[in-house]
């Protein structure tokens, strides 16, 4: 499912206006981001959790040359299911 099918989606089972609901999905999106950003965590109860992880540097491979690189620490969103998530999903 894409995001014109996901905004369709909530379209339908709200009732809105496929402008209503990408403006709706957007905010939803936009304001998760924010929360991300200031490093918050973001817990929709039954769905599932988003969280920022830190990941520490490292030492890789460039895979042409086989040379060590170094990899730059970065913070990396996760997602972690609620369990109502997973019990629907199984």
């Known amino acids: 499912m894409n995001k014109a099918e996901f905004v369709d989606a909530v379209a339908d089972a709200a009732e809105l206006s496929k402008l209503e609901a990408a403006r709706a999905v957007d905010a939803m999106v936009g304001a998760i981001t924010k929360a991300l950003k200031k490093g918050d965590t973001v817990t929709l109860v039954g769905f599932g959790t988003f969280t920022v992880r830190d990941r520490g540097a490292r030492t890789g491979r460039n895979p042409r040359t086989g ?18 998530l997973k019990d629907a999903v199984n």
């Open 67 to 84: 040379d060590a690189i170094n990899i730059a620490a970065s913070k990396n969103p996760t997602f972690k299911a609620g369990k109502a």
